[in-house]
């Protein structure tokens, strides 16, 4: 797991939120999506429903801290995708 949360931490351009991931999954621009496991349900199920309709693979990270981590934020963070690697 260590390595796909260091492609987020290389990539040039990512999104993080449930917002911003929806849109850049609708656009068909997110190449990988980043999913915490205590994140809520709700959010996250509809995340996953349309990577799974878009084919776009899926990393679950352990926590939302971790991921906002990754992602240079302060906050933890329940989604994110990368746009361009």
């Not at 997110?30 to 915490?36: E, M």
């Not at 926590?63 to 329940?78: D, F, Q």
Request: with cysteine; proline share 0%.
């Amino acid at each position: 797991m260590q390595m796909a949360l260091e492609e987020i931490k290389k990539a040039r351009v990512f999104v993080v939120g449930f917002r911003q991931t929806m849109k850049a999954l609708e656009s068909n621009s997110a190449q990988v999506v980043y999913v915490a496991g205590d994140a809520e349900e709700r959010v996250t199920s509809l995340v996953l429903k349309l990577c799974v309709e878009k084919g776009v693979q899926v990393y679950n990270v352990d926590t939302m801290s971790e991921l906002g981590r990754a992602c240079n934020i302060k906050v933890g963070a329940a989604v994110a995708a990368i746009i361009e690697k």
